[in-house]
């Protein structure tokens, strides 16, 4: 089992930055990819990022389009936690945060987790 903790959140103006952090415990943090995904108000569950792992390569991401050049995944195995910095954060932005672990098969999609956090909610105001 995987436990994960959400923190960071808030309320931001249009152009600012916030940065999100997700502690897990339960299992060796480093034996895993982490992900971060966003429910936006009425919207499905929709993948932001995800961070893999290998001592040998260091860690490797992937960006959703919408964040790309804006958004930043990264893990400190040494704390268990896995950050997002979010920077020029726009309206289209906000939603409820999930950190996720431990995918199987297709990173982007949300069903291939096991593990979800509580959320942690973003907001931007225009």
């Known amino acids: 089992q995987v436990q994960l903790v959400e923190s960071g959140g808030g309320l931001v103006r249009t152009g600012g930055s916030l940065r999100l952090s997700c502690a897990a415990s339960?299992?060796?943090?480093?034996?895993?990819?982490m992900g971060w995904f966003r429910q936006g108000p009425g919207k499905e569950r929709e993948f932001v990022a995800v961070?893999?792992?290998?001592?040998?390569?260091?860690?490797?991401?992937f960006y959703a389009d919408s964040v790309k050049g804006r958004f930043t995944i990264s893990r400190d195995n040494a704390k268990n936690t896995v950050y997002l910095q979010m920077n020029s954060l726009r309206p289209e932005d906000t939603a409820v945060y999930y950190c996720?672990?431990?995918?199987?098969?297709?990173?982007?999609?949300?069903?291939?987790?096991?593990?979800w956090g509580q959320g942690t909610q973003v907001t931007v105001s225009s």
């Open positions: 339960g299992r060796t943090f480093s034996d895993f990819p």
């Open positions: 961070m893999n792992w290998s001592w040998s390569g260091g860690g490797s991401t």
């Open positions: 996720s672990a431990d995918p199987e098969g297709d990173y982007t999609i949300a069903t291939s987790y096991a593990y």
